[in-house]
């Protein structure tokens, strides 16, 4: 849905507990960061394991950003409305990370 479409204060409960809450009933991103980490470490025991250069994930920018954030912060602390990466590939865009 368009933000305009959602509201004022749903937007407002989200970014009030932006990793707990479910907007709408869906996935928190607490829940989407950790699934995301252990699918980073996968790939990464892939690479050390048995060598598998490349990885591709094809998804949607909620994951990319997820990506983001957990290589620059790890299994940290979790992040706040206002740290979370803005930067993402747009529809039908692509970017390259290292796995490391």
């Known amino acids: 849905r368009a933000w ?15 990793t707990i809450h479910a907007p709408g009933g869906g996935e928190r991103l607490g829940a989407l960061l ?8 996968a790939a990464r025991q892939l690479h050390a394991e048995q060598g ?10 909620g994951v990319a950003r997820c990506v983001a954030w957990l290589q620059a912060h790890g ?18 865009g692509w970017e390259l990370r290292a796995l490391a």
């Open 75 to 92: 299994d940290g602390p979790l992040p706040r409305c206002g740290e979370w990466p803005v930067a993402a590939p747009g529809c039908g």
């Open 52 to 61: 598998v250069a490349d990885v591709v994930w094809i998804t949607h920018a």
């Open 4 to 18: 305009k479409a959602i509201g004022k204060d749903p937007i407002d409960a989200w970014t009030a507990a932006f």
């Open 34 to 41: 950790a699934r995301v980490s252990a699918a980073l470490q």
